[in-house]
């Protein structure tokens, strides 16, 4: 009995053994892997999910020609989502094989035909093509993705698309799965200057249950149209501007419309700077980091929007304002630093201000971002490069800007965005900035020699006193109360 068990047991451990091997034999003769690796790669392409990540799988996966016969075989899959398939043609792209994304402009699935509409939609060989299907994927309204068809059709001028486009403004504003179409929407018809969209666009930025970023978009497009009621819209914008409780970021939106020419005046800019120094945005003591965050971005926007009407030369004093170079966030201080070498205040305070910002240690700057712009803006105002390791590199700071225009382009453009500033000059700083003990004998280099760059000052503006700039000699009104600086520098408690 006890052989017979033996016997047994080695037939059967044979017998396992040679169906492992039977069944290693048919997975490496089918590739079974290979093809489980493409499959799992292509479905997270189609559904959008770790996008690079499948791409790179099949760039690997060891057999280029099962990967590309199985996206073409996707592409041809009557799945509706057209930004999947849009992954899909990309993908191909990325392979370089152009053939069968030249083919899905023709194919029988409404959301392959469509996705290579978008892919293409730059080429001006393609332009009718293009616009023939996005029209017919806008008057499609139970097909997905639909915000992409009047996207198309706005940038491609597809007029005869209006009706189709108009339609989509009839969905539930108060839904927020609505809300990519409703906004694209109201963009193509901007595009599109449809006849009646101010009047439509306007229902939106009055409907105080629509979904916030709908309601925001239509208050950029009913601040573009001429024929917008612009005091109606004016008064809305001021009065979500002020108000507390508003979502923030319909606030921010508000008082980013208000930056705009039309809406420039004394009101406008008194209550930008109202919300700019208001105590309870800037101190928000009760609330958590996050959300004092929050109410110090909405001061921000108050910043750059006065900065693109505010006279210039008012602009200037408000740079000065210690409420601002001392407040708490420090994306605020940036705008500061970068707008006093931009508006070219030559004054003993704006140094002091920008030599505060080189020993700044708010831990929330951890790229010590408020150093760089401030030693830049040293530079930019005084010509000299104290602290890094090749001065030849910074042997010619950029000409003061005289036209408006541009200085309001660059008033708060920061690093590399700074006009004639290069990336060999933002590595030099960045080399020196986080070292707080070279950073506080540079301040100190800097302010030994105040007396020295005013003096340059003077001696500059006496040979060629800057002309001026239109608004210079408008209404000054008073500095908010408490703007005013004593005199007795930035106040850093050094």
């Known amino acids: 009995m006890k052989k017979w068990i033996e016997k047994k047991t080695l037939n059967t451990v044979v017998g396992a053994a040679a169906v492992a091997v039977v069944v290693w034999i048919l997975l490496n003769a089918f590739d079974v892997g290979t093809r489980w690796r493409i499959h799992q790669a292509i479905g997270n392409l189609v559904n959008r999910r770790e996008v690079e990540r499948a791409r790179t799988a099949l760039e690997n996966a060891g057999n280029r020609a099962m990967v590309v016969e199985r996206l073409k075989a996707e592409l041809e899959d009557d799945h509706p989502s057209v930004w ?19 083919r899905a402009l023709d194919s029988k699935v409404p959301a392959t035909r469509r996705a290579a509409a978008y892919f293409h939609s730059m080429d001006p060989d393609r332009k009718e093509w293009v616009g023939k299907i996005a029209e017919e994927w806008a008057a499609d309204a139970k097909s997905l993705d639909r915000d992409l068809a009047a996207m198309l059709c706005g940038r491609l001028q597809r007029a005869s698309a209006i009706p189709h486009i108009l339609s989509m403004l009839d969905l539930d504003a108060r839904d927020p799965a609505n809300a990519s179409s409703l906004r694209q929407a109201l963009s193509a018809l901007a595009e599109l200057k449809a006849e009646g969209l101010a009047q439509r666009a ?6 105080a249950d629509a979904e916030m970023t709908i309601r925001a978009q239509a208050f950029d497009i009913v601040a573009r149209l001429d024929d917008a009621p612009r005091e109606e819209l004016r008064s809305l914008l001021l009065s979500i501007a002020k108000d507390s409780r508003a979502d923030p970021v319909l606030r921010d939106r508000a008082i980013l419309v208000l930056g705009g020419e039309k809406f420039a005046d004394e009101e406008v800019w008194t209550a930008l700077q109202e919300i700019l120094f208001d105590p309870a945005l800037t101190e928000a003591k009760a609330d958590s980091e996050s959300r004092r965050v929050e109410k110090w971005v909405i001061q921000n926007f108050a910043l750059t929007s006065l900065g693109r009407t505010y006279p210039l030369d008012r602009l200037a ?20 630093a970068i707008a006093l070498s931009v508006l070219q205040v030559r004054k003993r305070i704006a140094l002091e201000i920008l030599c505060s910002f080189l020993v700044d240690e708010d831990p929330r700057d951890t790229q010590r971002l408020t150093r760089q712009e401030g030693w830049l803006s040293l530079w930019q105002l005084t010509g000299t490069a104290y602290g890094v390791a090749d001065t030849k590199v910074f042997q010619h700071p950029p000409a003061p800007l005289r036209d408006e225009q541009f200085v309001r382009r660059y008033l708060f453009n920061g690093s590399s965005s700074r006009l004639a500033v290069n990336s060999q000059q933002i590595d030099a700083v960045k080399a020196i900035s ?16 105040f007396a020295t760059f005013e003096a340059a000052w003077k001696a500059q503006e006496e040979a060629n006193p800057p002309p001026k700039r239109e608004g210079d000699e408008g209404p000054q009104g008073p500095m908010p109360p408490g703007g005013e600086d004593d005199g007795k520098g930035s106040g850093d408690g050094r």
């Not at 707080?436 to 020699?449: D, G, H, S, V």
Request: aromatic share 4%; charged share 30%.
């Open 317 to 336: 004093q408000l740079m000065l304002d210690r409420r601002l170079h001392t407040h708490p966030y420090y994306g605020l201080r940036l705008n500061v």
């Open 84 to 102: 999947g398939k849009i992954e899909l043609l990309n993908t191909l792209a990325r392979l370089k094989e152009v053939r069968p994304i030249e």
């Open 202 to 207: 306007m229902e939106l930025a009055r409907r």
């Open 434 to 449: 986080g070292d707080l003990a070279q950073m506080k004998k540079i301040r100190q280099t800097f302010e030994n020699n």
